[in-house]
């Protein structure tokens, strides 16, 4: 059960900014909303995580809204190194686990054109 | 550098064969995972530990064994009883269970 939605494909220009959404209507009061990305034939790389805050780091920003049903990545200036299939992820947790577990989805193919 | 290694990149096994997977991790971390990725599909859960000398079947761990010895090491047997092991595998470490995972590169498993 990936507990997320996301479109299949998305596309933008380079040197603008690529606003990925996400759907998690169902996430509960302590599970957080992940972002990984996988360029063909690699492992996924971390991007950055969120709970219900708004989060900025060197690669990209996460806004979740209030009630936490959706969010949105922000990559504000897009390179053509950034075409990849970007995974939204809500992290939870198994009943009596500190470990968190990762749903994958499909995820959004973004498609950066020059 | 710091990283995860997996190895080796390709692997082709032979019907009725068990074949182990290699993953290495110098980053410190107490967890670590193994998802298999099947052609656009997203990553499933096969097995995970949290600790030296303990793992967990995630939810396709049916024709898999993993092993927990050192820290450093989880490697993953696909078994002869896995009936579809053509896929891409991956391994994963966090410093604990609820710190962001991080991948290595991958093996491409296929059968001859």
């Known amino acids: 059960d990936a507990k997320t939605t996301q479109p299949t494909s998305m596309d933008c220009a380079e040197g603008r900014a690529a606003n990925l959404p996400c759907n998690h209507s169902t996430i509960s009061g302590n599970e957080y909303v992940y972002w990984y990305r996988q360029i063909h034939s690699q492992g996924p790389q971390y991007i950055i995580h969120?709970?219900?805050n708004n989060e900025t780091n060197e690669m990209a920003s996460l806004i979740i809204t209030e009630d936490r049903k959706s969010s949105t990545l922000i990559l504000p200036h897009a390179t053509l190194r950034d075409t990849a299939v970007y995974y939204c992820?809500?992290?939870?947790?198994?009943?009596?686990?500190?470990?968190?577990?990762?749903?994958f989805g499909r995820g959004t193919q973004l498609t950066v054109w020059p | 550098d710091g990283g995860i290694t997996q190895s080796p990149k390709y692997l082709f096994r032979k019907e009725g064969q068990n074949v182990t997977l290699s993953c290495e991790q110098n980053?410190?971390?107490?967890?670590m995972y193994w998802y298999r990725q099947d052609p656009g599909q997203g990553l499933r859960l096969i097995y995970y530990?949290?600790?030296?000398?303990?793992?967990q079947k995630g939810d396709i761990a049916e024709g898999y064994s993993v092993s927990r010895e050192k820290k450093e090491s989880f490697p993953l047997t696909v078994t002869s009883a896995q009936k579809n092991p053509t896929a891409f595998y991956l391994c994963?470490?966090?410093?604990?269970?609820?710190?962001?995972?991080?991948f290595g590169d991958g093996t491409r498993l296929s059968i001859l």
């Open positions: 980053l410190n971390h107490d967890a």
């Open positions: 969120g709970l219900k």
């Open positions: 992820i809500v992290r939870g947790f198994d009943r009596g686990s500190t470990l968190g577990r990762l749903y």
């Open positions: 530990s949290q600790i030296v000398n303990d793992f």
């Open positions: 994963a470490s966090s410093f604990t269970g609820d710190q962001p995972q991080h």
